[in-house]
């Protein structure tokens, strides 16, 4: 079975810091990964995905993140947080060849401070 | 153009009643997917449509819950008889449907929901 996950539930980070958020997955062949973001009271928004090719994804807002397959991990991140980065940020897995849905990690809250 | 849109934006009921939320998908998109985001359960796969069938139910807590989709398009998530554990926040999201693993989902705003 797929699962992903989040080892850390908060992070705090200082306002033109860089941010770096742990994903983890187990799957059973080659996955295909998302970072999706959620803003206080919004749905999620897809933040970049891997399929294949590059390993290392670029996104919008100014994220990037590696896919490592020896690690498992598909690592977030970002060189300079804003203030508007404050957000409960998701890594999800799949779907699989029968099955179309995603498999989500817990989340990590992100709060930037001044 | 339009994204996915979810109604009502919040619902608030009584223990013992029946609700029914509703998602309106991006047009064109032929797969439809419920999820539900709770505390302590994070995000949970509910049911996927592909036009207006349902392949995977695997993911529906109980008979109590329901959903269909009519003219492949708009679908609704109806529970009845609520209980409290039901309180959440109620994700759509859509995508094109095309056949193959690598499709992008895009989710709607949510319907969040208390049950009293």
């Known amino acids: 079975a797929q699962s992903v996950t989040q080892p850390d539930i908060h992070i705090t980070v200082s306002e033109g810091a860089s941010l770096e958020l742990r994903c983890n997955y187990s799957?059973?062949?080659?996955?295909?990964l998302f970072w999706y973001v959620q803003s206080p009271g919004q749905g999620l928004q897809l933040l970049l995905k891997?399929?294949?090719?590059?390993?290392l994804v670029q996104g919008i807002k100014g994220f990037e993140a590696e896919f490592k397959r020896s690690q498992s991990s598909f690592n977030l991140r970002k060189p300079s947080v804003h203030w508007s980065d404050a957000a409960e940020y998701f890594c999800?897995?799949?779907?699989?060849?029968?099955?179309?849905?995603?498999?989500f990690g817990a989340g990590t809250t992100v709060t930037v401070r001044a | 153009g339009a994204g996915v849109s979810q109604s009502p934006s919040n619902k608030v009921t009584e223990k013992g009643k029946d609700v029914e939320l509703r998602c309106d998908p991006i047009s064109g998109h032929t797969a439809l997917y419920w999820y539900r985001q709770s505390l302590g359960q994070g995000l949970e796969f509910l049911i996927y449509?592909?036009?207006?069938?349902?392949?995977?139910k695997s993911g529906l807590p109980s008979d109590r819950f329901s959903a269909e989709r009519t003219g492949g398009s708009v679908s609704t998530l109806t529970i009845q008889r609520t209980q409290q554990e039901d309180s959440a926040v109620y994700l759509c999201?859509?995508?094109?449907?095309?056949?193959?693993?690598?499709?992008?989902?895009?989710f709607g705003p949510g319907t969040r929901l208390l049950v009293l």
């Open positions: 999201a859509s995508s094109l449907g095309v056949g193959g693993r690598a499709e992008t989902q895009y």
């Open positions: 799957y059973g062949a080659t996955p295909y």
């Open positions: 999800a897995v799949g779907p699989r060849s029968n099955d179309y849905k995603l498999s």
């Open positions: 449509f592909q036009g207006n069938s349902a392949p995977d």
């Open positions: 891997y399929f294949s090719g590059d390993t």
